[in-house]
């Protein structure tokens, strides 16, 4: 599967793509941390998830782009040429789901930490979540490591089991809980969950590349570029949505914290009915 | 494009700017997250984001600095003589293009979200802001690896349409919604345009080098030299500038603030009307 030679432009385009995810969620994480202040305390543990969930992806591609840098040499002046694999290192696609057994559990736990739902709805879905995406990713790891395509098949099909039932909670029953939530959480929350369906898909076709014939040098440079976007996409931009929805909740919630974070102006939009007859809510930063 | 060898004194001019430029970003980021108490909740979205674009900018030149040393190598005592380029590396122009398609959006977004506009209008300017930055990278890119002057001078055409389009939204549109800022910021922020405008234009004029026929390793070397000193600025001094106009701001919103933060005379000059009707603000952390 891993290709014998790259050229010099799919070497340099996937060495200067692993280094791109790198930044991104490197950042991010730092991001989501010092923004912490600037969200309400119940929503902050969504956050941390959010930023370990990056942390960790973060630490996976510099194993990865590492492993990526040691596999692949050439032995022209100034990386002209082509690149060849080095005997005796071989590239390890494995941390890719370890990285994902990890993240991907964490992402929906992010999720539906951020709706802060009644316990008893949240323990249920997190619950029937949770062990539904650690399947997902452990069925698919036989196939990845595996050259035959009746194999690959049989853990492709299986691993996509728990995550059809994934989309089913999502899209179903997450959805009878949204009524409670702010017009811009609901529209946000909508775009959330259609980002997490369209960079998950990425996941299968990736995986089923070798299967339709598609493979060499051009199609395993693609994939790689292909699962470093998702990547990003998934966890990263997935991240400061999931920030940019506990910031607006923060908001509805707390109006003196939001004339704090806001300016007049901005207030004013948000918040028309400041004088309100509602709690005073306390905890603002 | 890059020179086979380079004199001791241009390796070790580029080594140094490398180095000072990973200092200068990675201190400013630090500065600016200490400082973060030192301006009011409502800019310290601004300030991360500055932190932020500082952080990936040290980074790269991290990576930039190390592809480099790597590289190129004297095989003289004591570095004496020239450098050769290494068999078997290639030093990475590509890190220059992922740290700008993230950080050059970043900057606009530190600008605009420091000006504390209606959200609606903020809303509006980033909407065409962030693609036409990431466009006008991207579109850079195919020139920048290219060694054809046609090729070249089509994407550095084509990469200049979102440029100048940026130009237009910052200079036309942006001056339109300054009226309500307080004179100070209106300066700062010209200085900001004025600074952007300056320093982006270093990298075009980098670009062309090599259609002006002006190739070879001191051209090379003034364009490593050129980029590092516009990073610099564009991003590190660009910062402060932003978090001079979060203090500015933060002490026209809040007396109090200002009370506490400048010396008595300070505070006078800044706030002559102290006892003026006015809200007294909270959130001052």
């Known amino acids: ?56 992806a973060a630490y996976h591609y510099f194993r990865i782009f590492n492993s990526f840098n040691n596999s692949f040499q050439t032995d022209a002046v100034g990386g002209r040429g082509s690149y060849s694999q080095v005997v005796g290192e071989g590239f390890n696609e494995g941390y890719r789901y370890v990285d994902w057994l990890l993240t991907v559990p964490l992402l929906l736990l992010e999720l539906v930490a951020v709706l802060a739902l009644a316990r008893k709805l949240q323990t249920s879905l997190l ?12 069925l698919g790891y036989p196939g990845e490591l595996s050259g ?14 728990p995550f059809v039932y994934i989309l089913y909670v999502l899209f179903v029953e997450v959805t009878k809980s949204l009524d409670n939530q702010p017009e ?24 089923l590349l070798p299967q339709l014939g598609i493979d060499g040098a051009a199609a395993w440079t693609g994939k790689q570029i292909g699962y470093s976007i998702a990547d990003i996409l998934a966890k990263a931009l997935y991240g400061l949505i999931i920030y940019r929805i506990a910031r607006i909740k923060s908001f509805a919630d ?21 004088d309100e007859d509602r709690p005073i809510p306390s905890g603002a930063a």
């Open 184 to 207: 811009q959480v609901r529209k946000s929350i909508s775009q959330l969950r259609l980002l997490l369906l369209i960079t998950w898909g990425v996941y299968p076709i990736a995986y």
């Open 148 to 161: 035959d395509n009746g194999i690959r098949n049989l853990f492709g099909t299986l691993s996509s089991i």
């Open 1 to 56: 599967m891993i290709p014998d030679t790259l050229t010099t432009a799919q070497y340099d385009t996937i060495y200067n793509i692993f280094s791109l995810v790198i930044a991104s969620q490197l950042f991010a994480a730092l991001f989501m941390i010092a923004c912490l202040p600037r969200i309400l305390p119940r929503y902050r543990q969504a956050m941390c998830v959010a930023a370990v969930v990056c942390g960790i």
């Open 254 to 274: 707390d109006p003196t914290f939001a004339a704090s974070e806001l300016s007049k102006s901005e207030a004013m939009e948000l918040n028309p009915r400041r």
């Open 127 to 138: 619950l029937r979540l949770i062990p539904a995406a650690a399947l997902m990713i452990a």
